[in-house]
């Protein structure tokens, strides 16, 4: 039973909605799905035609390769309720080819922009009701691929399933945010999948975050393995230092993520008039920095919580703080990128798209 | 309906096996599976009593977190069919406590041994039929953890499956290996989960190995990340290199995956009196051994293939082909483990297990 499809996608409507069961004021984040999903299946070298249906489990094969050797990757975007119940995405292009990068370094096929894009404002027209006016309420999408082909044999799969699923959020408070910086273990190794936003990088994170966690520190700041004197990454964000009014965050690179958020802020720096510096900060100099009083801002920049800043941070078993500013650029730079994501203020750069 | 429980595993019989249907000379490694498979759910802090029942796909949300975020470990074993139609298991013991040093890694809860080892002998003993008799013939077991707990957010999952499912294989024989050592891509970091057999450390491998397939190399020889200058595993085996008359393998660490076989190999080549020296090779060191003729032999040591000689290897564009070897270690200590896994040689060690 197929209902208002296009030529390009299959569409079942649910036969009725949950939207009236939840709590949008009440939102626990990642945990609640929306009436629909997208899936589209790749096989015998094709992909076949997308449908989109009632949001459901589904059935999987217990040899299927992304239990035994992970090939999943995913993308982390949100939707805007503009005026006139608009509904807006930010820079979904950016997603799209960060997402096939990550396919082809986990020998997967890439997901073509009819696919991906379209399939994402079709559904997204569909639960245009899910997405909530007011600043800080979203529609967090997760676009993610995974290896569904039978064998337990280490080599790439030849059946992949594409899915889109959306979970209306509330924004994202993480609370003060101390953080520890890495000694010992590491996220990304040089030549390995860091730059993927591919499953397996982040349960590797999950027990050296425990460890953080007991000791009272909310999340890690990544260094490169072999030496850990480069800061690279805050948990799964990127993430930037303010020494003096010059903004630091690492290039990208083959460990580190190209996030949409990091260069939406980076441009939005420079066009405020902020100094932005792309080059590795040192853990050496983040301490002087520290002692010297010019370390004035950390923070983490990613799509779930847009900007985190960070209160204080623990090396080598000393904990520095950071001063209390008014008016950081964290925040200054937050409050610009949302009011563009939510259609509040001019959008010079193109970077928002009606569905 | 449960027939023939224990106290500790509900077990429901197939109706009908499909053992008559398989051609057993003619099996593709890793893809056919017996009549039943071993499941064991995990929830609210406790695991729950394990079932066997009929292998058969199951039921997952698309939000579960091994699709985003690739919580998933495994094992790989073998069961062996001994005189009187006994089923014998290699070590199993050192699998379970790898397979715990995994889950701990990944944040994952540990599986106790009244789960895995009962349960893997009570699943062998009901698929007795399905290990064949013969120098080769073995059954595969693969053991795995995933976490099938639901939300989109990066977290440990609160639920996991612990499955246990068998594929009958002939022995592993993988063609002539010419290797490439590893230049610019990486298995794994310092401070990493190279040493857990997680998931996500076999698909990242996928895609530097496809470009070496590329080239006409069926395997890559993985270097330290950091130098690129210490040889480290072969594809997914561990890898010996025989100079002279000594054989050489690095020592296990955080990047080095602590296996079975290479453990054994190490045990029983002492016992015939091969000198073994456990510590990193050099990329400088093969290429001088290569050159003057004192590498004879490289080979990869794992539970699928047992032992994978090398024929040769390429390095910064180079080809070293290694000297045809009457009689060689590879082959001698091979022939020598898999006689005491198939009860053909007297198992000194008190390595095999009966089911």
């Not at 069961?21 to 070298?45: A, I, P, R, Y």
Request: glycine residues 8%.
């Amino acid at each position: 039973m197929s209902l208002n499809s296009t030529n390009e996608i299959d569409i079942v409507k649910a036969i009725s909605s949950k939207i009236n069961d939840v709590d949008f004021e009440n939102l626990s984040f990642g945990s609640t799905f929306t009436d629909h999903m997208l899936v589209c299946d790749f096989k015998e070298g094709h992909w076949q035609k997308p449908i989109i249906k009632p949001y459901e489990p589904f059935m999987i094969d217990p040899s299927a390769k992304v239990f035994h050797y992970g090939q999943a990757i995913f993308e982390g975007m949100k939707a805007y309720k503009g005026e006139n119940n608009s509904v807006w995405l930010f820079r979904p292009e950016e997603n799209l080819i960060r997402f096939n990068k990550s396919a082809v370094r986990m020998a997967m096929p890439e997901v073509p922009g009819s696919i991906f894009i379209d399939g994402l404002k079709t559904i997204l027209d569909i639960e245009r009701d899910w997405v909530k006016k007011g600043l800080g309420n979203t529609l967090y999408i997760r676009p993610f691929m995974i290896a569904v082909g039978s064998g337990v044999i280490a080599q790439p799969s030849t059946q992949y399933r594409f899915m889109i699923i959306l979970s209306p959020a509330k924004s994202y408070y993480s609370g003060e945010v101390k953080v520890i910086i890495a000694e010992h273990y590491s996220r990304a190794a040089n030549g390995g999948i860091g730059a993927a936003k591919a499953a397996g990088n982040y349960s590797a994170q999950f027990y050296p975050q425990k460890l953080a966690q007991e000791k009272g520190f909310q999340q890690i700041i990544w260094t490169d393995d072999a030496t850990h004197t480069k800061l690279e990454e805050a948990g799964t964000m990127n993430v930037f230092f303010r020494i003096n009014d010059t903004l630091y965050t690492a290039p990208t690179s083959e460990r580190i993520l190209d996030g949409v958020t990091r260069k939406s802020l980076i441009d939005l720096a420079k066009r405020e008039g902020i100094n932005v510096d792309v080059r590795s900060v040192l853990v050496d100099e983040l301490i002087a920095a520290a002692k010297d009083g010019s370390l004035k801002e950390i923070f983490g920049a990613g799509t779930a919580a847009v900007v985190s800043p960070i209160v204080g941070f623990q090396y080598q078993g000393t904990y520095y703080e950071l001063p209390k500013i008014e008016n950081s650029i964290a925040m200054q730079l937050k409050d610009k990128l949302t009011k563009i994501q939510y259609k509040l203020a001019e959008d010079t750069f193109g970077w928002t798209v009606e569905v």
